[in-house]
């Protein structure tokens, strides 16, 4: 069988798992979902409100499009349910075949687009009732323009992903450090002012102080429950849970305050900045493609383990770059990241009302997740500080020539 026919046959797949068990047994399960929040956006964006303009929006402004385009054949409950599926479906198989490019050989892509074709079941329903599946797909997508030389393009894909969601802009940064390390220093900066142009270009006819409470809507949000930070808090004890009728916030979601909150989250902080300006700069270490994919991930790994919020659904974002560490050797990284997404599944959704009911079981699951991450960025970093192949060789091909001078020496 040719590799166009398996890589179509691993799209069918995907697209099989996803149509049956998303929906109908073990896997399928949407208790908790952002869907009601989506549709409530899609009513105002059909009727040609804009968002930050006329009413509140706490994503980036791209963010409304699959939002809205879910909404144009209805946004009642059953038909904004299946038409936002398969709108991420067509996302899901745009993201695998990139990813699958992005692999290099064809038995390596093969391999990453059956990995990727089994991510309905491992991650669950939430790949069909979030709209992270889009800016993966879109960084896919820069990452293989990247790869293969087209910075531009790139850039500009990544500024479009930033603003559809927000971390594809980390890999932005790494990619300008990955070009000046090769030496590129023109590309990298015009690359920086395609990126810069993109994002402006879509933020400005948006500016106001509603485009601005975007940002201050995230900032301003307690330590996210599922989180690292969370995990902590919970280990020391006197926080509370907010997000509930006893304690209502506006932030949609569950998080902890009140106790030793604000200091963790400082300190959480701190850590997060400096593990990511590290990681950023590991991307100018190697000029091989590779070493940009692999910092990205292990910047967004940083950045879902560290920052104050771990929805569940970001690890969507991490599933690809996953199954390109695998095909790449890093597999002990590739391994404990798809141990994570099982667990975060295994909690989410069925157990999250448990975890807001502070259930030592499923406080302890969500902390045993959180440890397979760090674990994995640990196991990744190393991989990446590890002196390249070439540099080995070289270093083993002298060393009889050492032991011999050392014994005429002698």
């Not at 799209?11 to 399928?28: E, H, K, Q, R, Y």
């Not at 932030?251 to 989250?265: C, H, I, Q, R, Y």
Request: charged share 15%.
């Amino acid at each position: 069988m040719s590799a166009r026919a398996h890589l179509a046959l691993a799209g069918l797949a995907l697209a099989v798992l996803w149509a049956v068990a998303t929906t109908i047994g073990p896997f399928s399960d949407i208790t908790v979902n952002d869907l009601f929040v989506y549709r409530s956006y899609a009513d105002l964006l059909v009727d040609g409100r804009l968002p930050y303009l006329d009413f509140a929006f706490e994503y980036p402004p791209l963010a409304a499009l699959p939002l809205g385009l879910a909404g144009l054949p209805g946004t009642s409950e059953g038909t904004y349910e299946v038409s936002f599926a398969v709108l991420m479906l067509g996302c899901a198989l745009v993201g695998q075949r990139l990813a699958a490019r992005l692999a290099g050989s064809e038995r390596e892509a093969i391999v990453v687009a059956w990995l990727l074709a089994l991510s309905p079941v491992v991650i669950g329903a939430s790949v069909r009732t979030h709209f992270d599946l889009m800016p993966v797909a879109i960084t896919a997508g820069a990452l293989l323009a990247l790869s293969r030389g087209r910075t531009n393009l790139g850039f500009l894909l990544l500024g479009l992903g930033t603003m559809t969601k927000l971390f594809p802009g980390l890999l932005a940064l790494a990619a300008v450090v990955w070009l000046l390390g090769r030496g590129e220093r023109a590309r990298a900066l015009r690359g920086a002012a395609i990126f810069t142009a993109v994002v402006l270009a879509i933020s400005l006819p948006f500016a106001g102080s509603g485009y601005v409470e975007s940002f201050t809507f995230h900032l301003d949000r307690p330590v996210q429950i599922e989180s690292s930070a969370a995990t902590v808090l919970f280990a020391l004890g006197g926080s509370e849970v907010t997000g509930t009728n006893l304690r209502p916030d506006r932030f949609k979601s569950n998080g902890l305050d009140g106790g030793a909150a604000g200091t963790v989250e400082l300190v959480f902080a701190i850590v997060l900045v400096l593990a990511l300006a590290a990681l950023i700069a590991l991307a100018a270490r190697r000029p091989d493609p590779r070493q940009l994919v692999l910092c990205g991930f292990a910047t967004l790994l940083a950045f879902v383990t560290l920052g104050k919020v771990f929805s569940p659904q970001y690890v969507i974002w991490l599933a690809p770059f996953a199954a390109l560490a695998w095909v790449w050797g890093q597999r002990t990284a590739a391994l404990l990241v798809g141990a994570a997404i099982v667990l975060t599944h295994v909690e989410f959704p069925s157990r999250y009302f448990d975890l807001i009911n502070e259930q030592r079981d499923v406080i302890l699951i969500v902390a045993a997740r959180n440890a397979l991450l760090l674990v994995a960025l640990g196991v990744l970093v190393v991989g990446l500080l590890r002196p390249p192949a070439d540099q080995l060789i070289g270093s083993r091909a002298s060393m009889p020539s050492k032991r011999l001078k050392s014994r005429s020496r002698v």
